[in-house]
C-alpha cells in the first residue's frame, strides 16, 4: 500500500501560487483544488511508463467508460457518471519525461464546466512522491456538494490502483510483463468462450492449416486471441506477439498470415503520422491507400510512400471476439512514447526546463512548422541549448537544459522527441517480402501511381545459363518440364528462407529478402540443388544479389520492387557463370556474408565490372559452387 506522508510535501497554496487559475478557466466562479501525495517504493523511472497510460490507469480507478471523438484535431470526450452525461472538449495534454504531466477539459455537459489535473513525480532516492491533483469549476452547489464526498473516494481508489502498479514492478523484471500483469488487473480478460464461438474458432485454425500453417503457432495465436487482455489485441503487433508467446517473427507472421487468410484475423494497413504516429486513416487494401494524408493534431500533411508512414498491423475477427478499439491518436503520452516533452507556450512567453534527456539523437519542433532542430545528447559539451526552430544540429551533454522563446504573437507547441523508429512497427516491406503473403494474398495491390519506400533490401536474381542450349538438346516438352520444376524448387527454397519470387522473366526469377544471411543460404542452396544432372533436368543457374533502397510499384496487377538496387541486381548477372554467385560490395558489407561464406568452405574472387557509369571498374565478389 501506497504510505502517505506530510514531512516535506508540497503545500497547496504553494501549488496554486506556481499553477494559479486563469480567469477563462473559472469564469469567476470559484474552483476547489484537491492536492494528494503519494509516497511509493519504486523509482521514477519504473513509474513513469504507468503513470502516463491514463487509459490503463483510469481503469484501475473503475471510472466509468469514456468515449472520444477527434474532429478537425481537436479531441471531444463523453461519459456517464452517477447517471448524468458528461461531454467536454480535451484540452492537449502536456508533459515532461520523468517529471510530470497535466491536461484539462472544458465541460459543455456534467458537474462541472472546467476540471483540470496535474501529475508530478519527485524523486526520493529509491522512491518517488507522487503528487496528485485535481481542480474543479462546479457547475453549481449541488456539484460542489457532490464533490466534497466523491474526491476522497477517488483519493483511496488511487492508493489501491497505485499498490497494484507498484506490486506489478515489484514482482516483475520487465516493462512487458509488467505492462501485461497491470492489463489483467485493470480489465481481466474473459477466457470463457461459448461453445459456439470455440467451434467457429477451431474450424477456421482447420482451415488456417488445412492452407499450410503449422499447427502449432496457430493453435497458440488462436489461444492468445481467446485469453490476451483486450488491451493486448487492440491493433495485434507481430513483434510485440512474438515476444509474448516467445517465437521468432518469421514464425509469427507466418501465423498471422495464414490466420488471416482463414478469417481468424484481419489485416490492416494504417497510415501514420509521422510527427504524433498516431493512425490517421486505417485501410483493409493496398489499393485504398491514399498518397498524401493529414494528421490535424499536428497540423501537417504527409506523404504515405515514406518508408516510416505505414504500419501493418491485424485484428481480431469480432465473430470470434469483440475488442473495444481504442482511439490510436489520443492526447495521452502513453500514446506519444517516443515524445519526451509536449508544452504548450503562450505568446512572447519564454521556457526554461531542466531535463532527463539520455544519450541518443532528438528533434526539437514547434506544431505545424515541418522544420526541426536537431540535437544530439551525450556527444557535446553543451549543457543548456537554446531552441530556434531550423536551427543547425546542437550537440550537449546528457540531461541538458532547454531555452525556448516565443516570439509570435499565438499560443505554440513545443516538441522534444527521440529520433528513433518504432520497433515494434511492422512495415510494408517484412510482409511483401514474404511467399507466404504473396501465395495468400496475391490480389493486394498498390493503388496506381503509389510508390512505398521499402528500406534497404536484398536483392536476389537467378538465370538458367544456356536455357537454348537447354531446349536444343531436350527437345522444347521435356526443357519446359525442367524449367517448371526450377521454379517450383526456386519457390520452395525462397519460403524456406523466408524470402518472396517477386517476379519471373522468362527463365530468370528475382527474389527479395529482408535479410541477408537468409538470401544468401537461398543462393547457396539453390546452387547445390542445380548441379546439372538428370535429377533436376540439367538446369545450370547462375546467380546475382545487391542490396540497397527500392520502392515497391503495382506493375502487372502485382506488387513489384523497382530502383537503382534492382537495375543493378539484373546487371550484375553477367558477373557470374554456371553455379556461381556474384554479390556486390555494399551486399558484402554485411558481417554475417563473409562468416557464412567461410562457414561452407567457398572463397571468393574479385572480377572485374565495368558498368558505364563507374569511371573505374568496380571489384565484384564471385563464389562458385562447381567442386563443393
Excluded at 464461438?197 to 492449416?209: H, I, P, S
Excluded at 515494434?424 to 498498390?446: C, H, K, N, V
Aim: charged fraction near 25%; proline fraction near 5%.
Amino acid at each position: 500500500m501506497p504510505a502517505n506522508t506530510s514531512a516535506s510535501s508540497i503545500k497547496l497554496k504553494d501549488f496554486l501560487k506556481k499553477y494559479p487559475w486563469q480567469a477563462h478557466e473559472t469564469g469567476a466562479r470559484r474552483p476547489q483544488n484537491f492536492l494528494w501525495k503519494f509516497t511509493l517504493p519504486e523509482s521514477v523511472a519504473d513509474l513513469w511508463p504507468f503513470l502516463i497510460d491514463t487509459s490503463t490507469f483510469n481503469k484501475l480507478l473503475a471510472l466509468p467508460r469514456m468515449t472520444y471523438v477527434e474532429k478537425n484535431g481537436r479531441l471531444f470526450g463523453s461519459s456517464v457518471n452517477a447517471g448524468i452525461l458528461s461531454e467536454w472538449e480535451e484540452v492537449p495534454w502536456e508533459w515532461e519525461y520523468h517529471k510530470g504531466l497535466n491536461n484539462a477539459r472544458i465541460y459543455s455537459k456534467g458537474f462541472a464546466t472546467y476540471v483540470r489535473s496535474r501529475y508530478l513525480l519527485v524523486p526520493q532516492g529509491d522512491k518517488t512522491d507522487f503528487y496528485v491533483y485535481f481542480g474543479w469549476v462546479p457547475r453549481n452547489i449541488f456539484a460542489r456538494l457532490l464533490l466534497a464526498v466523491a474526491m476522497p473516494r477517488l483519493r483511496k481508489d488511487y492508493e489501491r490502483a497505485l499498490s497494484k502498479i507498484t506490486h506489478a514492478i515489484h514482482t516483475r523484471r520487465d516493462f512487458e510483463s509488467r505492462q501485461r500483469a497491470i492489463y489483467a488487473e485493470a480489465a481481466p480478460a474473459d477466457s470463457a468462450a461459448d461453445a459456439e464461438t470455440e467451434a467457429r474458432l477451431e474450424a477456421l485454425v482447420k482451415r488456417a492449416v488445412d492452407a499450410g500453417g503449422d499447427s502449432g503457432d496457430i493453435h497458440a495465436l488462436a489461444n492468445h486471441v481467446l485469453q490476451a487482455n483486450e488491451e493486448e489485441l487492440n491493433r495485434l503487433k507481430p513483434k510485440v506477439l512474438a515476444r509474448q508467446l516467445s517465437q521468432p517473427l518469421s514464425r509469427i507472421l507466418h501465423a498471422t498470415l495464414y490466420a488471416t487468410h482463414a478469417g481468424i484475423l484481419s489485416l490492416s494497413w494504417d497510415v501514420t503520422c509521422p510527427h504524433c504516429r498516431g493512425v490517421r486513416k486505417s485501410v483493409g487494401s493496398l489499393g485504398d491507400l491514399p498518397q498524401e494524408e493529414r494528421c490535424d493534431v499536428c497540423d501537417i500533411n504527409f506523404s504515405t510512400e515514406e518508408i516510416g508512414n505505414l504500419e501493418v498491423i491485424f485484428q481480431v475477427n469480432p465473430e470470434i471476439r469483440k475488442v473495444e478499439k481504442k482511439l490510436f491518436c489520443a492526447a495521452e503520452p502513453a500514446t506519444k512514447r517516443h515524445i519526451y516533452v509536449q508544452r504548450r507556450v503562450a505568446p512572447r512567453e519564454a521556457l526554461d526546463l531542466e531535463t532527463e534527456l539520455d544519450a541518443g539523437e532528438y528533434r526539437f519542433r514547434v506544431i505545424g512548422d515541418e522544420r526541426f532542430t536537431q540535437v544530439s545528447v551525450g556527444t557535446g559539451e553543451s549543457t543548456k541549448v537554446t531552441l530556434r526552430t531550423g536551427a543547425p544540429p546542437v550537440m550537449t551533454k546528457e540531461h541538458p537544459g532547454i531555452a525556448f522563446a516565443n516570439e509570435t504573437e499565438q499560443p505554440v507547441t513545443l516538441i522534444v522527441e527521440r529520433k528513433d523508429e518504432d520497433n515494434d512497427a511492422l512495415r510494408p516491406a517484412e510482409i511483401f517480402g514474404l511467399q507466404a503473403f504473396r501465395d495468400l494474398f496475391g490480389s493486394q495491390t498498390l493503388a496506381e501511381g503509389l510508390k512505398i519506400e521499402l528500406g534497404s533490401q536484398n536483392i536476389l536474381f537467378t538465370d538458367i545459363v544456356g536455357s537454348t542450349a537447354l531446349y536444343l538438346k531436350s527437345g522444347d516438352g521435356e526443357a519446359f518440364t525442367a524449367v517448371r520444376r526450377h521454379f517450383q524448387r526456386t519457390y520452395e527454397v525462397v519460403r524456406r528462407n523466408n524470402g518472396a519470387v517477386v517476379k519471373t522473366i522468362g527463365d530468370s526469377a528475382m527474389v527479395a529478402f529482408a535479410d541477408a544471411l537468409q538470401c544468401l543460404k537461398a543462393a547457396v542452396e539453390l546452387q547445390r540443388e542445380f548441379n546439372g544432372d538428370a535429377a533436376t533436368g540439367g538446369v545450370l543457374l547462375r546467380v546475382s544479389i545487391h542490396s540497397g533502397p527500392c520502392l515497391a510499384v503495382n506493375l502487372n496487377n502485382g506488387i513489384d520492387y523497382f530502383g537503382n538496387t534492382v537495375n543493378f541486381a539484373a546487371k550484375l548477372q553477367q558477373m557470374a557463370g554456371a553455379r556461381e554467385i556474384a554479390y556486390s560490395p555494399e551486399y558484402a558489407k554485411d558481417k554475417r556474408v563473409a562468416d557464412f561464406i567461410r562457414s561452407e568452405g567457398l572463397q571468393p574472387s574479385n572480377r572485374d565490372f565495368h558498368p558505364s557509369w563507374a569511371e573505374a571498374p568496380l571489384q565484384i565478389p564471385v563464389v562458385s559452387l562447381a567442386h563443393s
